[in-house]
């Protein structure tokens, strides 16, 4: 018997968890095709200017590192 109350609650807990998903989604402003493709270069160009960063950063230090070893070694 106390199992079933236990399921029947659960059910009830997700149908409102549901029901309350459901209505904080329809209040979400959604934003329109230009800002979606602005942010979209926004996020390539950065991401393009932090890749080029950690290339030239690891060019460097692999150079720091080879010279260092050929110093000692």
Do not use: C, H
Not at 27 to 45: A, D, F, I, Q, R
Request: glycine content about 8%; proline content about 3%; cysteine-free.
């Amino acid at each position: 018997m106390a199992e079933d109350k236990n399921v029947k609650k659960e059910q009830k807990d997700r149908g409102r968890w549901f029901r309350e998903m459901r209505s904080e989604l329809k209040k979400v402003v959604w934003p329109g095709p230009e800002k979606v493709t602005k942010n979209t270069g926004t996020v390539l160009l950065y991401s393009l200017v932090f890749g080029a960063f950690i290339w030239v950063f690891d060019g460097v230090a692999a150079l720091f590192i080879k010279t260092l070893l050929d110093l000692l070694g």
